[in-house]
């Protein structure tokens, strides 16, 4: 287990990474066998330097959903992160690139809740009934670390996601905002275009078989540190695409049919 100065200065240097959008070598590579608690220890760290510098917590992000991305990097649930009030886009907002170094995209929905949630014991029903609406959303990835070592091709571990505030850099809303009980979550799909041409195509039940299940997760995680989800905040609940590489002038366009669409053009 990490001790507190290293977590603290492990937190610095993503700060620093993101302020100057140079990438640093992944965590796992100094430290392999620092575990999940300690790579959350990192993010918590990480989140308090933000809000020392003035930005506010919007919500939160549900990652690594699907049972072959558990599968590809090893664990048996998802992850989270953190979403301040800056990383937010309206829909068909132009989207600056240079805010980035390599983002990627992928399609979501989006929950905003009415009421708090608080585990240890929360349900899918717990959730249903303390969201407010439910609309589509896209999020952009980004790395403040090397997603592959330069000098020995590894790929970087959960852990290293994780301490990067799962990897989230910010998102955009759009569609037709609808309450949970007006549609069949599990059932909603989505055509993510990139510049006119289909990049993806899925459906929401690949997000732990229905999008509320991560949300019940995530507050029941947060439970063992005195934390919870709050009125207002928006939850993103995990991707039922795979991320897609952006590059500078790419437009994005994510149709959900009856739900409206969410687009993005990044400059």
């Known amino acids: 287990m990490l001790d507190t100065a290293t977590i603290e200065r492990l937190a610095a240097r993503l700060d620093e990474a993101e302020r100057t959008k140079a990438l640093i070598p992944m965590f796992s590579k100094e430290y392999p066998d620092f575990s999940i608690e300690d790579a959350y220890a990192i993010q918590r ?6 809000l020392g510098r003035g930005r506010v917590i919007k919500g939160h992000k549900i990652g690594l ?68 609406y439910v609309t589509p959303a896209l999020e952009i990835l980004e790395t403040r670390m090397h997603r592959v070592d330069p ?20 998102l955009v809303l759009g569609g037709r905002p609808f309450r949970p009980m007006d549609a069949d979550l599990r059932w ?11 990049e993806e195509t899925g459906l ?15 507050a029941n995680r947060l439970a063992p540190h005195d934390e919870y989800l709050a009125a207002g905040e928006v ?12 590059s500078r002038g790419d437009t994005f366009h994510a149709d959900y049919g009856a739900f409206g669409s969410v687009s993005c053009q990044f400059v």
């Open 45 to 50: 760290a990480w989140t308090k330097l933000q």
């Open 65 to 132: 959903t699907s049972k072959a991305m558990q599968n590809a990097v090893g664990i048996s649930e998802p992850d989270y992160g953190v979403l301040f009030a800056d990383m937010f886009y309206a829909d068909a907002t132009p989207v600056p690139f240079d805010r980035f170094h390599a983002p990627r995209i992928e399609v979501e929905l989006a929950f905003v809740l009415k009421a708090p949630l608080r585990g240890p014991d929360c349900t899918i029903f717990d959730v249903l009934n303390a969201t407010d």
């Open 151 to 170: 000098e020995t091709g590894k790929m970087r571990k959960v852990m290293d996601t994780i301490s990067d505030n799962a990897a989230n850099a910010a």
């Open 188 to 198: 909603i799909g989505a055509l993510l275009f990139r510049n006119g041409e289909v």
């Open 204 to 218: 929401a039940a690949g997000v732990l078989n229905h999008p509320a299940n991560g949300i019940a997760w995530l």
């Open 235 to 246: 939850v993103l609940a995990g991707s039922f695409t795979r991320p897609v590489d952006i």
